[in-house]
């Protein structure tokens, strides 16, 4: 069985027994049509079923109604939920989001990314990548329309909306401090992402402000070297008594590696951790760490970009100052 064939402008036209141009100017809201003609239009568009092209009436408009969103690492929970934030936020101001995924360290994947969401017509693009390089391709490819960087390096004259990483960094390490640590030793996550050199920053400036000496060791992000680092490191030779992790992948790893070596945290050693994922709550111990808000990231990121587009933005630059969550993982340290 064969579909009907669907109702166009023209059907429309007739029912309604106007001029196409006309059923054109109804669904552009133009402001000359009378209420009477407009709604017989309406009606005739009900009647038929009729729904607008959205490529014709943005050929008529300008006007497409849809973004673009070009993102890296959405298989991470934080920059997952920023996106399908964004994208909440979008829809309940009529917008439709096209969300990209791209290898950030992959230039012809950002290319292409790119080309793909400007050949569609966006009229904005949001940024979820914490990669310089991309970040500077994309602001150098894509012109006419407003940029929106979540979670990166930015500068005051651009379009940003960021968690306050060295902020976060540093109340970590104020925390250690300030319950008696002295060996502190920060895990940091991959060379080159904007949060971890923030992070790693905000701990050496508040380790050097108490006197004291950093310790960073490389790190990534995953679970496993969590684990791996928590295995190898040897915390009896050094004193080490805390432990400030990069993010919470890598602490649950690294909990896992002291019940595993029967080193009890936090009365060997305390352990803090950074995002605030929901299954922290849920280690052993419950793992204190700094939260993230990534719906409201999202929730910012995407209205800062849709003020642009309507010239009603009053800020270039939002940042999030991240919480601390004390749970059992922090402690005293012990007499070594």
Avoid: C
């Avoid at 007739?14 to 402001?31: E, F, I, Y």
């Avoid at 992000?221 to 928590?230: D, N």
């Amino acid at each position: 069985m064969t579909n009907p064939k669907q109702a166009n402008i023209y059907d429309v036209a007739r029912l309604a027994k106007v001029s196409h141009q006309t059923v054109s100017r109804v669904l552009n809201n133009n402001p000359s049509i009378r209420p009477e003609t407009k709604t017989r239009v309406l009606k005739a568009m009900e009647s038929l079923g009729y729904r607008p092209s959205l490529a014709a009436r943005a050929l008529a408009s300008s006007k497409t109604n849809m973004l673009g969103i070009l993102s890296s690492d959405t298989d991470f929970t934080g920059p997952a939920a920023m996106v399908h934030y964004m994208e909440a936020a979008a829809r309940a101001q009529g917008y439709f989001v096209v969300t990209v995924g791209i290898d950030a360290n992959d230039e012809e994947s950002v290319k292409s990314g790119i080309d793909h969401l400007m050949k569609l017509g966006i009229e904005g693009l949001a940024l979820v990548t914490p990669q310089l390089r991309a970040v500077e391709m994309a602001r150098a490819a894509v012109t006419g329309i407003p940029v929106v960087t979540i979670d990166s390096m930015y500068r005051m004259d651009e379009l940003a909306v960021s968690v306050d990483n060295f902020a976060g960094g540093a109340a970590a390490t104020q925390h250690l401090i300030d319950l008696g640590h002295k060996n502190i030793v920060h895990i940091s996550g991959p060379q080159g992402w904007f949060e971890s050199t923030t992070r790693a920053a905000g701990y050496t400036a508040t380790m050097l402000n108490a006197n004291l000496v950093p310790q960073v060791i490389d790190g990534d992000w995953q679970l496993t070297t969590g684990y791996r680092i928590g295995k190898e490191l040897n915390i009896d030779s050094k004193d080490i008594t805390a432990m400030f992790i990069a993010n919470d992948r890598m602490s649950i790893g690294f909990l896992h590696a002291m019940r595993e070596r029967g080193i009890d945290v936090p009365k060997r050693l305390s352990v803090i951790g950074f995002d605030d994922l929901e299954e922290t709550g849920y280690t052993s111990p419950p793992l204190t760490t700094l939260r993230q808000d990534f719906k409201e990231l999202g929730k910012r990121a995407m209205n800062l970009l849709l003020s642009e587009i309507a010239g009603t933005s009053t800020k270039k630059l939002e940042r999030l100052v991240p919480e601390l969550v004390l749970r059992s993982s922090t402690g005293a340290p012990p007499k070594l």
